[in-house]
């Protein structure tokens, strides 16, 4: 688990194709003197597990279910990355509950400064809006970020200074996709709220508003 506030900027040094899927290597300025061997470190937001690593960088094998999900296809050796480890138990828990497990893929479609902070809209998937909220929490590329609004699946978003200095969002432009996780807690919901049902389900959600109303949710 982390908290999506990140530790480090990190760049990908280079990407490799072993056997249909990705091996990575990161070089990064986190401290790496507590890491060990299959430990966990989020890169802009995927829970990536460590298989080898050095006192400046790591390796981590990405399978094709994650190459489908997020925008790791798009990457390129020496962009830059934003990096955090998992959390501790004595950690500071200053972000939200955040898995590592990336939802979609959105796009920034407004990008402008808003007195000291930078203001961001971005297009999310359709079927992830039932998982937003005004004032909750999203993860964006692994930062643990407050959504202002809403408008259908359009979230708006300010990043104070020092977020902007810590993290990759200097590297975001109109167009730029994003890793995105919705709140976990959105998600065990849902499928709370399933009931029995759950345990029908072969894929996807049977979730809706009528669902909703019809179980005394909505009025």
Known sequence: ??????????????????????????????????????????????????????????????????????????????????????MLPTTRFG??????????????SVLRQDARSLYFEITTPTELAKYLAEKGSITVDGISLTINHLRGNILSLNLIPHTAERTNIHTWKLGSKVNLEVDILARYLERLLLGDKAAKQESGSNLSMAFLAQNGFLK
């Open 1 to 86: 688990m982390f908290t999506g506030i990140i530790e480090s900027l990190a760049k990908v040094q280079s990407i490799q194709n072993v056997g249909g899927d990705v091996r990575l290597r990161i070089q990064t300025t986190m401290d790496m003197s507590d890491v060990n061997l299959g430990d966990s470190i989020a890169t802009n937001g995927i829970c990536l597990t460590v298989i080898d690593f050095g006192s400046d960088w790591y390796v981590a094998d990405v399978s094709r279910e994650s190459l489908n999900r997020t925008t790791l296809t798009d990457w390129k050796s020496g962009q830059t990355v934003n990096v955090e480890k998992a």
């Open 95 to 108: 972000g939200h509950i955040v898995s590592g497990h990336v939802d979609g893929i959105g796009e920034i």
